[in-house]
Every structure is written in C-alpha cells, then in structure tokens.
C-alpha cells in the first residue's frame, strides 16, 4: 500500500465521509517503499502489486513505478486501482514499467455506481479502463464485488463490457 487515501466512500471499504487519514509524516517515502521492495526480493519476492488506498493519489507514483521495474528481482509488477485517475496516468505508468493493471468496478449503472462509491465518476473509470487496454497492458483485469440485492443482476452485462474492452472480469 502506497497511500491510505482515496477519492471514493465504498460503503464495503471506507464507509465514512470524515475520515482520520495517516499524517505524510507516517506513510513511508517512496525511497522507503523501493527499500522494503528490495529487501523482500532478496528473499525470494518476485512479484509486486501497488494498491492503496487509491495508489494513483500517491505523488510521484511514476516514479516509483519506473525505479520499481529495474529491479532485476521483480518479474511482475502490478497495480490495483479505483480506475478514477486512470485514463490520466495509464500511458505514463505504462512507459514506466508498469505490467498488469486491476481496475475496482462493482457496477455498470451510474446511479447504482454512486450509492456505493458516494461519487459521479463512473464514466472516468470506464475511460481508464479503455484507455488501460489501449495502452498495451499485458493485462488489464476488472474486479467486482458481487452483493446480493445490489448488483448481482449486472454479472452477464460485466462480462459483456469485459468482452468488449478486452478485459477480463474477475467476481469477488
């Protein structure tokens, strides 16, 4: 995790509109990230996922991207995302070394999207996701978290958009 904070209120994630977020001071720097990175790959990590949080809020994540994919121990380097700030720093990330994306998306509906994210952005978030794909990700996959009486009716029309997109939908 690379920030705690982020730009949406899922009901199942951060339900509080106020919220007591960690001082800059006590969240590592990203010198600091890239040191506990490489200690975990001295001892066998090969993998690396960049979460938050919404990761894309965090400044100089670029950067910490790029530094991140010339460590000759990681194989794999990916980021989970709300998908908000996407379509922004897909390109970017990519350029940096970025190699998988997970973009966060438990409905299609705007209405529905925003009683459980208290937000309007659902368009910003299908634009990052294509603009994802657009870029070249080796893999760009959509989770969503099925709630029963909430969206489960909107399975058979995410795997459609998946299709559609060329991403793949994975159900929580």
Known sequence: SVIDRCDLRCSYCMPEEEYTWL?????????????VVDA???VGVRK???????????????????RLSHNPRID?????????RLSRWSTAL??????RITISLDSLKPARFEML???TCLD???????EAVACGFADVKINTVVMRDFNEDEL?????????????????
Do not use: H, S, W, Y
Request: charged share 30%; net charge negative; aromatic share 4%.
């Open 23 to 35: 001082r800059n001071t006590d969240i590592l720097t990203l010198e600091e990230i890239a040191t």
């Open 94 to 99: 990519k350029e940096a070394g970025m190699n």
């Open 40 to 42: 975990f790959c001295q």
């Open 76 to 84: 794999d380097l990916a980021m989970t995302t709300n998908g908000t």
């Open 124 to 130: 910003k978030v299908l634009e990052g996701i294509r």
């Open 117 to 119: 994210t208290r937000r």
């Open 156 to 172: 058979a029309d995410l795997i459609t958009f998946g299709r559609e997109v060329g991403a793949e939908i994975r159900f929580i």
């Open 48 to 66: 690396v996922r960049l979460t938050g949080g919404e990761p894309l809020l965090r400044p100089g994540i670029v950067e910490l991207v790029d």
